[in-house]
C-alpha cells in the first residue's frame, strides 16, 4: 500500500490575533519585523479571505484559521453561512474526504470570543449602609441597553433578592383560576393579580424593575411588578403567568421570592442596575479593588450562528478549541409569560441552524444567558465532543425541532447529532427549569460519557411528545452520563434522565445518576413521563433520590432490566397515573433501600400488564418490606412479582457511593450482570472515537 495513504492532507493556513491588522496578509502567526505583515485582527476579516480562497475554485485543502490567545470582543454575532462550508469530497488516489475549514486556538493559547462589554468609571459609594462602587452608563438610560446578568474577575454577580431558602407564599390568587376541565385547561388558566401576607412585600424603589418568581409544577414564573400596594396587601404583575399561581396541583398560592431589589443590595458579589437612572451599583468582594475590578456586561443575543438553510445547509465547518462567554438572550413579553418546560423557548449563545457534519470540539461556552449551544432547523451529523459548558444562566445543550419557514407548523427533528464527552455543569441561574441537556423531537440523538451536574430542574431530558401519538422520536442513546446533583428542591416534577413520548430503539444504559431532589413531588432518578414508550432502560446505577430512583408516569413496552436503583427517599420504583394499555417490565433489577416506611414499590397497579421478575429486594434496616400497600408474599399472589428476593447484595461501600458487587453476591447468581462503573463519565482522549 502506498505510504501516501498515510500522509496527512494538505492545509492552508490563516492567522488572527488581538495585536493583528486586518490589512495585513493573514498568513504570518505574528507581526513581521516592521510591522508590515502578520495575523488579521477580526474574525470576520478572516472569514473573508477563506470566502475569497472559495471563490478561486472548489477547494483543493482543508483549511485552518487559527486563532490566537486574547479577548475577541464583538459588535456583532459572528455569522456563518454556507459560503463558509467546506468542500464536500476531495477525491483522492484511495478515499474520499471532507475539506474541512476549522477556526481553532492557536497551539495552547485561550482564544475568548465575548459577546459582552467591560464597565469601567467606578466611583466608591455608600447603599444602604454598605460600602459599594458605582458607575453611570449612558446607554441604560437613554433605554438602548439592559442587562440580567453580570461577572466581576470571570465570577459571576448575582441580584439582591429575597431569601430563597424561606419562600413567601401567596395568601390569595385574585384572578380566574380553573378548577374543571381538562389537566392542561386546569394548568394553563394563569393569573396576575394576588394577595400577599403583611411585611412581605414593599413598594419597592423601581418596582417594575422588581421580578416576582414563582417556584410551582415544573417551572418558574419570573414576571416583572407592575404594582405593589402595602395597603390592600395586593400586588399585580405586568403579565398573566403562564400555567396558575398555586403551589402544585393544590388549591393553596404559589411559594415565591422576589428579585433584583435595590434596598436589598448589601451582600459582597451582590449588584443592581437602576435603569431610569443609567447607574450600575456593585458591593465589591473581599479582595477586589476598584481599580482592577474586571466587570463584564453582556451585549449579544448569540455569539457564533451557522446558519444553512433548506436549500443550502451549512457543512463540514468547526470550531475547536475556542472559548465563548457573554451574552443576554433577550425574551419578549410573551416569551416571559409563555415561560415553557425545560425553558425549550430559550435559544442557544452559539447555534447551529440547518447544519450538516460540522463539530465543536474542546470547547468551552461560559459565562451566557439561555442555553449555551443550540442545534435545531433539521440539522444533520452535527458534534459537540471534549467540550466545557459551565456557569449558564439557563441550560447546557438543546437540540430541537423548530419550524422551518412561516408555511410549516412543525419541521423533523434534528438527526445523527452527537454530544460526547463534554462537562456540563452549574446551570439554571435565572431561568431555573433549564436543563444540562434538551432532545426534543429528534433521532440518532446520541448524548454519552458526560459529566452533567448543578441543574436546578433536570439534567438530561429526551423526547418532546405527551400522550401515544407519533413523536418523532427514534433511537435515541444516552449512555455512560454521569448526572449528579440535580434539582435542589427547587422544582418539582423532574428526572436526572427524563424522557416523554412513544421513542422506538431509544437507550438509556449505563449511566450514573445520584443526588436528585425535587420541592414537593417528582424528585426521580430516571422518570418516564407521560406516554414514553419502547425505552431500554438497562444497567444503570441510581441512588439518592429525594422521592425514588425510577418512575413511570404511564407507557408501553419499557423494559427496566439489570440497573441498581438504590436509598430512593420515599420509594424505590413508582407508577403514578394509569394510562390505557400501560405495561412494562422490570426484570433482574437491585432495589436497595433504607427509608423510613420500607416501601420498595408503590403507585397504582390495578389495571398495569407488567411482567415482574427475578429482582433483589433489600431494605438495610431489616424492615418489613411494602409493595403496593401489601407484603411481597401478597405482591406476588397478585402475579406481579416472580422468582424474585429479598437479600443482601453485598456492595463494596454504597454509603461512599461504591456499588461494586462482592463475588459472593446473590445477585450475580440471581442473574445480575455486574456493571463496569469505570466506564461512565468523559473519557481520555486516547478511548474516544
Known sequence: MSNAFYQPLPVTEFYVSPAGNDRWSGKKPSARKGRTDGPFKTIERAQKAVRALKKKGRLSTAVKVWLRGGLYELNKPLVFTSADSGTSRLKTERLQLPMTITYAAYQDEQPVISGGRRITGWKPARVNGCDAW????????????????????????????????????????LGKVCWEGTVWQMYDTGQDTFQFKQGDLQDWHNVQDVDFVALHFWIESRIPFAAINVKTHTARLQHKSRMRLTNDSGSEGAFYYVDNVFELLREPGQWYLDRPAGKLYYIPRAGETIETAEVVAPVLPRLAVFQGSEDAPIRHLNLQGLTFSHNQWVCGPEALTATRQ?????????????????????????????YAIEINQNSFDVDILSSRVTDLAGGGIKIWHAASGHDRQMADGCQDITVADCQISDGGHYHHQAVGVLVGKCSGTQVIHNDIHHFNYTGISIGWQWGYEKGDSYGNV??????????????????????LGVQPGTRIRYNIVHDVTSRTYGGSGIYTDEGSSNILIEGNLVYRTGTQPFTQHYG??????????AFGGKTQVNRSVPGPGDDFTLTKNIIYFDNDSGVAIDGNWSKIRAVINRNLYFHRRKKPLVFDGGSLKQWQARGLDRDSTVADPLFVNPDKGDFRLKPNSPAIKMGFQPIDFSLVGPRPSPKRK
Not at 142 to 162: E, I, M, S, Y
Not at 345 to 362: D, N, P
Not at 556 to 565: A, G, L, P, T
Open 478 to 499: 444516552i449512555e455512560y452520563n454521569h448526572v449528579h446533583h440535580i434539582g435542589h428542591g427547587v422544582l418539582s416534577d423532574l428526572g436526572g434522565i427524563y424522557a
Open 342 to 370: 425545560a425553558a425549550c423557548h430559550l435559544g442557544g449563545a452559539v447555534a447551529f441552524f440547518q447544519a450538516e457534519h460540522c463539530a465543536m470540539q474542546q470547547c468551552t461556552v461560559e459565562h451566557v444567558d439561555g
Open 134 to 173: 458605582v458607575c453611570t452608563i449612558p446607554p441604560v438610560r437613554q433605554g438602548k441597553w439592559n442587562f440580567t446578568q453580570l461577572w466581576v474577575n470571570g465570577q459571576r454577580a448575582t441580584r439582591p433578592c429575597t431569601d430563597k431558602k424561606r419562600l413567601f407564599q401567596i395568601t390569595q390568587l
Open 556 to 565: 408501553q413496552s419499557n423494559m427496566i432490566r439489570n440497573n441498581i436503583f
